[in-house]
């Protein structure tokens, strides 16, 4: 089956600019999560969704990030405006239900703020 | 909230040597730990996983051991090859109001086996 897909894989752009990653999780799964890796760490939850629902956006710096999933599909997140410390590897991720099941991730869409 | 550590940082070893990470946790509430590998360029991939009335789990030449008492828990890879070289991440998490579950990652292990 289909994995994960994200893009754009690369990213490149100037503090204060914005940019939009988008997400197509594996066909069926109803959850669909952002992670932001930053280089050396591990991957910190930004927002969850369960079909169209926010399950989960505690840790989204809601000033200058926002995600959406519409029609319960595919995800855009968008940074509005970056910041040096926004550049990372943004990985989408999906899973069949929330309830403890394997999560599946993108390849990651690495973004660098200059 | 949860935190997870992870131990070492970086881990070398020979072909064919054992390879051990370790992970504590802090939320008692946690039970499901889930182990992920992430290769250079690639998102993580589960590679094994456990639960909290499970003491221990293999699959091939992985194993993952828990100990809730003292809410740790490790990665241990037998027979290392240089195909195993990558960034290993624990994790734990807990089912939530809803039912809904959220893994807290360690920071990473980056594994190196030399030919």
């Known amino acids: 089956e289909a994995g994960v897909a994200q893009s754009p894989r690369y990213k490149i752009i100037e503090k204060r600019q914005s940019v939009a990653f988008w997400c197509n999780p594996i066909?069926?799964?109803?959850?669909l999560y952002w992670y932001q890796q930053i280089l050396g760490q591990g991957p910190k939850l930004l927002i969850q969704?369960?079909?169209?629902?926010?399950?989960?956006d505690s840790q989204l710096p809601k000033d200058r990030f926002s995600a959406e999933r519409l029609k319960g599909v595919d995800s855009t997140l968008k940074i509005q405006p970056a910041k040096l410390e926004d550049s990372a590897v943004y990985l989408c991720?999906?899973?069949?239900?929330?309830?403890?099941?394997?999560?599946?991730f993108g390849e990651g869409s690495w973004l660098t703020v200059v | 909230g949860e935190n997870v550590e992870q131990h070492p940082s970086t881990l070398s070893v020979q072909e064919g040597d054992s390879a051990v990470i370790k992970c504590t946790y802090s939320?008692?509430?946690?039970?499901?730990f889930p182990w992920y590998k992430q290769e250079l360029g690639k998102g993580p991939q589960l590679i094994i996983d456990?639960?909290?009335?499970?003491g221990e789990k293999k699959d091939q030449r992985i194993a993952v051991t828990l100990n809730k008492t003292a809410k740790h828990f490790s990665l241990h890879i037998t027979e290392t090859q240089p195909e195993d070289s990558a960034v290993y991440f624990c994790?734990?998490?807990?089912?939530?109001?809803?039912?809904?579950?959220?893994?807290?990652f360690g920071r990473g292990t980056s594994l190196i086996v030399h030919p």
């Open positions: 991720a999906s899973s069949v239900t929330d309830t403890g099941n394997t999560i599946y």
């Open positions: 066909s069926g799964h109803a959850t």
């Open positions: 969704f369960q079909n169209n629902g926010v399950v989960d």
């Open positions: 939320d008692s509430a946690s039970n499901y």
């Open positions: 456990i639960r909290s009335n499970v």
């Open positions: 994790a734990a998490s807990q089912a939530r109001s809803g039912g809904s579950y959220i893994p807290t």
